[in-house]
């Protein structure tokens, strides 16, 4: 395990399931990532998200230890944590009411103290959160999570399983990725599958990654019948590998979560095998979390010259036509790749002689560029001052707002502003 001394920083890359929760770290100097055993000596990785109370008592264990407990009829176990938190409804707990978040904050920072054994919480210089989604309810869950842990960092963020995909997986040879890859996450009683592809057409190179999720029998509902059980998961997982795949070239294939096992994957791990890297863990969001916050702090090579068009990611670069020390030159505002959710900008600019503004989408997905003519109803065309502000509405629905500041002492500002939203196509 990886020893965090003298004034050196942690990197930590926190995978919040549902059900499970990971961690790993590397120091921020970019030392190899590893991950928190939640078993000492082994690696067993995940940390159920769960609580138990001591009834009577202000005595709270969680993940493993809490199921424990729980068991031996020694206290009240809190589960669906993260569940709990989205629906926003207040627990009931041993006579007591409870805020769900902070359930979740608790279960959180107990869980962040397994990391004693290379450093302590206070040597946290990043944290990055990743998540199965990120909706807006979710991302509001986050939001109060990361002001309620009061960690002696700012630098907390966090990005959904398939941005974590993306950052694993750069981070590994090429080979494994530069022809398409995908990645099965077996979870309970659904089977989630990501294939990541880049259109080299592009420059950056563009990656997409498509997510499906599909019903799959849950190992627990198959236990009581152990070997027929282990022949209907083959063939079910052989059905759904075969449909995913297909004819196509796959380049690894990464089978992730507790319930894959070598008992059962026969005939689908041959056909899986067949000019394929296959890799069997579970712990690769938390370590891809981890990657994708050493970015901000070692830019890599390979990162420059790809970016990543998730869901929840702006896919235009958005910018204008300016002139500027006699000269047109473009001036970049909104850059694809940024999460939509995030992308805003603002900036000032003398306007004369017209009343049009002319931003441009330029499309990293199909490669064509929108014009976007914004007109200033009612703008005389004199020189004028002219704030502008842009922030993504949606993922295709841009806002931009503009005021007139007035132009010095030759002319006033007048109270005027201009709002209007463009979709991008």
């Known amino acids: 395990m990886l020893k965090i001394g003298g004034n050196q920083k942690l990197i930590v890359g926190y995978d919040l399931g549902w059900d499970y929760a990971q961690i790993s770290y590397c120091n921020a100097a970019g030392s190899a990532v590893e991950t928190v055993s939640s078993v000492a000596g082994s690696e067993y990785f995940s940390i159920p998200t769960v609580l138990c109370k001591r009834p009577g008592v202000n005595q709270w264990f969680y993940g493993k230890e809490a199921l424990q407990y729980a068991q031996e009829n020694q206290g009240i176990l809190v589960e669906n944590l993260l569940q709990l ?53 979710v991302i509001a869950v ?17 990005q959904s399983h398939q941005e974590s995909y993306y950052d694993y997986l750069i981070h590994q ?11 099965f996450h077996y979870q309970g009683n659904r089977m989630i599958c990501y294939r990541m592809e880049c259109n080299r057409k592009t420059k950056p190179v563009v990656t997409f990654i498509h997510r499906e999720e599909e019903e799959f029998p849950s190992k627990a509902s198959l236990s009581g019948k152990e070997q027929e059980g282990n022949q209907i998961l083959d063939r079910t997982f052989l ?20 319930d894959f096992s070598e008992d059962w994957l026969k005939e689908s791990l041959k056909f899986l095998c067949d000019r394929r890297r296959i890799f069997l863990g579970n712990n690769l969001f938390c370590k891809g979390a981890c990657h994708g916050m050493l970015e901000h702090f070692h ?32 001036l970049p505002l909104l850059d694809a790749g940024t999460n939509w959710k995030k992308a805003t900008t603002s900036l000032e600019f003398y306007l004369k002689g017209e009343n049009v503004v002319e931003l441009t989408a330029t499309s990293l ?12 109803e009612g703008f005389s065309g004199d020189m004028a001052r002219i704030r502008m502000m842009l922030y993504m509405k949606g993922e295709k629905l841009l806002h931009a707002r503009f005021s007139d500041l007035g132009f010095g002492e030759f002319r006033s500002a007048e109270t005027r502003v201009w709002e209007k939203d463009v979709t991008l196509d």
């Open 239 to 258: 059905e759904l590998v075969q449909e995913k795949i297909g004819n196509g070239r796959i380049a690894s294939v990464y089978l992730i979560g507790d």
């Open 85 to 137: 938190a989205v629906d926003g409804e207040s627990v009931q707990i041993d006579g007591g009411e409870y805020d769900p978040v902070a359930l979740l904050t608790l279960f959180f920072k107990r869980s962040l103290g397994m990391l004693s054994s290379a450093a302590g919480t206070e040597k946290i210089e990043a944290l990055m959160i990743t998540c199965d989604r990120l909706d807006a309810t």
């Open 299 to 330: 830019p890599s090579d390979v990162a420059s010259e790809y970016v990543f068009l998730g869901e929840d990611k702006l896919k235009s670069n958005i910018g204008m036509n300016v002139f500027r020390q006699g000269s047109s030159t473009y």
């Open 173 to 183: 040879q090429g080979e494994l990725w530069k022809e398409p890859s995908i990645l």
């Open 365 to 376: 997905v199909g490669g064509g560029k929108m014009v976007l003519p914004i007109e200033l």
């Open 142 to 158: 986050l939001e109060k999570l990361s002001a309620n842990l009061r960690l002696k960092t700012e630098r907390i963020a966090w």
